[in-house]
Structures are given as structure tokens and as C-alpha cells.
T-cell receptor, first 113, second 115 residues
Framework: SAVISQKPSRDICQRGTSLTIQCQVD?????MFWYRQQPGQSLTLIAT?????????ESGFVIDKFPISRPNLTFSTLTVSNMSPEDSSIYLC??????????FGPGTRLLVL | AQTVTQSQPEMSVQEAETVTLSCTYD???????LFWYKQPPSRQMILVIR??????QNATENRFSVNFQKAAKSFSLKISDSQLGDAAMYFC????????????FGKGTKLSVKP
């Protein structure tokens, strides 16, 4: 299995600012994903982070709002830009591992005031 | 489009008893994977068990087992000898086979374990 770490674990931000979340995997992986989880809800895929190319975004998510970087096979960042209270959520990073299984980071809890 | 349905928002089980969580899915594909993830209050998503669609044998992992009914598109999770640490949100998830498939999650079932 892959071990995934995320930084920061939580943050409180002011509206209009941006936050960058880092995701580090302990081994090289092909696929990395970013999810959003509203309190008490299921996970919604934001985008697939592709190494060496632009991320692939799901419907309802745009690059200007959620720019993603994937500089190598073990690291990715998600930026939440121009934040509003509606962006308050848990953001989870995951990585595709052996035999199609995805492993998850511990998540970043974001509160926007 | 693929969908995953968990019809039980909440379930409760007595410690040491057995509980079954339901999951159904809809797909027209033949190559896919199914998963159960556990998310305790700490929010870390933990893989509980996985099932390859091409395998007829139901997956087991210690106290956790699945009942995979491919024709019925059903994928239930049975937890035997429930423990207090099993209390969590449980998510059923589907993934299309191949390198491009992302996970599609159900809405989750909150499991409580009573001492």
C-alpha cells in the first residue's frame, strides 16, 4: 500500500485568499486525485492530477478556481483560489496504487471565514 | 454513467454481533473493481476490502467479507464479531478497470457499535 501525507492538516482562512495543499506519496504512482468532502457527505472528485500535463477537471470544477500541479510521480498540490465560505470542506488527496486500489491521505480541513 | 447506491444512511450493531451493509451499483462495463472504505471520525479513509469483478469468489479480510452478486449488481459488506473500533462511515466505491478510472462513491452508511 501507499502512504500519503498532506499538508496542512487544517487551516482557517479569510475569504478572498488562496490556500495551497500539498500531497506527498511514499512511492511513485501513476494516478493522483483530489476530492472534496463536505461535512457528513460523500466524496466528490475535483480533478485527476496528471504528471507532465494539465489536470483533468470534473464538471463543476475549473482550473482558475482549483489549479493543480503534478511536478513528478510522488507529489501534487491543489490550490483553492479566491476562497469563499462555500469552499469550507475537507480536501482529500488519493493515489492509484497496486491493482487499481486507491489510497488516501489524511485530508485537509479548511474553514473559510 | 456509473452510479453507486447505499440505501442505509445509518446502521447500528451490538458489539460482537454481525452486521451487513448494502451497496448496489449500476454499470454496463465488464471490467471493474469494487471497494469498501472506512472513514472514522479522524477522517482518514481506510481501505477495508476490494473485489475484482472478474472473480467469482467473494473477498474476505479477517472479520470483513463481501457478498458480490454480479448479475444483481450488489456488493454488500458483512462485519462479523463487531468491535467498538468498527464505528465509522463506510463508503462503497466503484472503479472502472484500466488506468483512467477514478472512484465513484456511494453516499455512505454511518455504523454505530453499541457496547
Amino acid at each position: 500500500s501507499a502512504v500519503i501525507s498532506q499538508k496542512p492538516s487544517r487551516d482557517i482562512c479569510q475569504r478572498g485568499t488562496s490556500l495551497t495543499i500539498q500531497c506527498q506519496v511514499d512511492s511513485q504512482v501513476t494516478m493522483m486525485f483530489w476530492y472534496r468532502q463536505q461535512p457528513g457527505q460523500s466524496l466528490t472528485l475535483i480533478a485527476t492530477a496528471n504528471q507532465g500535463s494539465e489536470a483533468t477537471y470534473e464538471s463543476g470544477f475549473v482550473i482558475d478556481k482549483f489549479p493543480i500541479s503534478r511536478p513528478n510521480l510522488t507529489f501534487s498540490t491543489l490550490t483553492v483560489s479566491n476562497m469563499s465560505p462555500e469552499d469550507s470542506s475537507i480536501y482529500l488527496c488519493s493515489a492509484g496504487g497496486y491493482q487499481e486500489t486507491q489510497y488516501f491521505g489524511p485530508g485537509t480541513r479548511l474553514l473559510v471565514l | 454513467a456509473q452510479t453507486v447506491t447505499q440505501s442505509q444512511p445509518e446502521m447500528s450493531v451490538q458489539e460482537a454481533e454481525t452486521v451487513t451493509l448494502s451497496c448496489t451499483y449500476d454499470t454496463s462495463e465488464s471490467d471493474y473493481y469494487l471497494f469498501w472504505y472506512k472513514q472514522p471520525p479522524s477522517r482518514q479513509m481506510i481501505l477495508v476490502i476490494r473485489q475484482e469483478a472478474y472473480k467469482q469468489q467473494n473477498a474476505t479480510e479477517n472479520r470483513f467479507s463481501v457478498n458480490f452478486q454480479k448479475a444483481a449488481k450488489s456488493f454488500s459488506l458483512k462485519i462479523s464479531d463487531s468491535q467498538l473500533g468498527d464505528a465509522a462511515m463506510y463508503f462503497c466505491a466503484y472503479r472502472l478497470g484500466g488506468s483512467q478510472g477514478n472512484l465513484i462513491f456511494g453516499k455512505g452508511t454511518k455504523l454505530s457499535v453499541k457496547p
